[in-house]
């Protein structure tokens, strides 16, 4: 096979694809694979990848404005429609900081967002920009075959994507996360082919993007994969000595949210905190706070000597994307920090389907410390969104409104730790497909069918 050139936006898709065994599959399959990352000027990231078969190319920096404004046009149409959430629109407005995109988006809303026509005709416009000159020079010196690209929604990869189309050469994308069909738009250009986790987000693609079967496949999740490896799990005693931890108590894990996030959750550590000293869980316990990469860590210094109060700080944040960027050994810690948890609590997060593959019991938050509300109107409705409600219907977890809901429903997953779990069984199988520690193999090798394909075409 000749050359295979992978789009990939940042740290989120590094872990997704390159730093499981779908890369290494293809790595040893194809004659050339040039990476095309934000990452390439970078040391540790030329290290990690480059060398042998594999080039890696810088993913330049760009940023349209009129563009920039047809892929939200995009985005917003495909929330109002199926993201699930009744008043999604009112949000989307009353964000928009701009004063002209502001009374834009309120017309827009009002008159033509529901229209399939209008629709249509965004997507021709969006589609319709010129491939510019950035990666002509790059298509023509390594001549691709295909084009893999990760996260497909990501702006920065647009003019790559053009460029593919341009010159016809054919896309296959992997769709990285459970909520990118109903909440992130469309990219700018048809893709030939997708790789998705799950029969939901095949549905989606169906019925949304309007997909054929055919063009789409079924994969799992690659990054889970490691949790079906029997040999990283440490013993309890091993995992709270390295997090410096107490044996003999129960753990309680909260996975903060990064910025979006920041103000929950510290009312709701204080919150838990207090009622760890007030000793009204049904055992002792303590509090493990795996903050986001992103998050502020000044606040947390409070918390330095408290016996009861452990703040790991995992990882490290993509400085590109300042988003996650998860090395191997993180990705191992997490899979023992989901094992070993009594109780994870989480705010409308991936987290939940970690823990759901540990069977671990899980309790949702969506009050604010001193109140029984809802969370500020934004994050409040995720709980609505389609993609979150499909594992809510499950059983599986516990969305807690108040603190006397979160004090109950943690004493009852500690009482009984199999409570929900036949949900939280539901959850793995309808989200990871299959929790065998194949997914990446599956999607190398399909990858690899459609670069078959595609060479005989030639």
Same mark, same amino acid.
């Given at each position: ?98 004063p002209f995109l502001h009374y834009f988006k309120k017309v827009m809303f009002a008159s033509f967002y529901k229209s399939d026509k209008f629709r249509s005709f965004v997507k021709k416009v969006g589609s319709a920009f010129p491939p510019d000159k950035l990666y002509g020079p790059l298509f023509a010196k390594y001549q691709p075959s295909a ?84 040999? %990283? =799990?440490? *013993?309890?005693? &091993?995992?709270? /000595? ?8 129960? !753990? +309680? ?14 009312? %709701? =550590?204080? *919150?838990?905190? &207090?009622?760890? /000293? ?8 303590? !509090? +493990? ?170």
């Open positions: 096979m000749k050359t295979l050139l992978i789009v990939c936006p940042g740290g989120v898709a590094v872990g997704e694809i390159l730093r499981t065994d779908a890369f290494e599959i293809l790595k040893s399959k194809i004659l050339r694979i040039v990476i095309l990352a934000p990452a390439a000027k970078t040391d540790s990231f030329l290290k990690e990848f480059a060398g042998g078969n594999v080039i890696v190319e810088e993913l330049l920096p760009y940023r349209n404005k009129i563009e920039t404004l047809f892929k939200e046009m995009r985005q917003d149409m495909i929330r109002l429609r199926y993201s699930g959430v009744p008043d999604i629109a009112k949000v989307t407005v009353e964000l928009t900081k701009n084009v893999f690209v990760i996260y497909p929604f990501d702006p920065r990869l647009f003019p790559a994507l053009r460029r593919a189309a341009k010159n016809k050469v054919p896309t296959i994308a992997f769709i990285s996360s459970w909520d990118n069909f109903t909440c992130k738009g469309e990219p700018p250009t048809r893709l030939d082919k997708l790789i998705v986790w799950n029969k939901i987000m095949k549905k989606e693609a169906m019925e949304i993007h309007g997909y054929s079967e055919d063009d789409v496949f079924i994969s799992g999740v690659p990054k889970f994969d490691i949790y079906a490896r029997k040999d %990283i =799990i440490t *013993t309890r005693e &091993e995992f709270m /000595k390295k997090i410096g931890g107490d044996p003999k108590k129960k !753990l +309680l894990t909260y996975t903060t949210g990064g910025f979006h996030g920041q103000y929950i959750a510290h009312r %709701i =550590i204080e *919150t838990i905190v &207090e009622l760890i /000293k007030e000793e009204k869980f049904a055992y002792p316990c303590q !509090l +493990l706070v795996r903050l986001h990469p992103c998050d502020e860590i000044g606040y947390y210094e409070r918390y330095k000597g408290n016996k009861n109060v452990i703040i790991e700080r995992p990882g490290r944040p993509d400085v590109f994307t300042r988003a996650w960027d998860p090395s191997v050994e993180d990705m191992i810690h997490l899979a023992n920090t989901m094992k070993h948890s009594d109780v994870v609590i989480n705010a409308v997060s991936t987290t939940t389907i970690d823990a759901s593959c540990f069977d671990t019991p899980i309790v949702n938050i969506a009050f604010e410390k001193n109140g029984e509300k809802w969370w500020w109107d934004v994050v409040a409705r995720y709980y609505d969104y389609a993609f979150y409600k499909n594992v809510i219907r499950t059983g599986g977890l516990e969305i807690a409104r108040n603190k006397g809901e979160l004090l109950g429903y943690i004493n009852g997953y500690l009482k009984n730790p199999k409570l929900d779990n036949n949900g939280r069984k539901q959850i793995v199988e309808e989200q990871c497909y299959k929790l065998d520690g194949k997914a990446g193999e599956r999607v190398a090798e399909h990858v690899l069918k459609f670069m078959e394909e595609v060479t005989k075409r030639e």
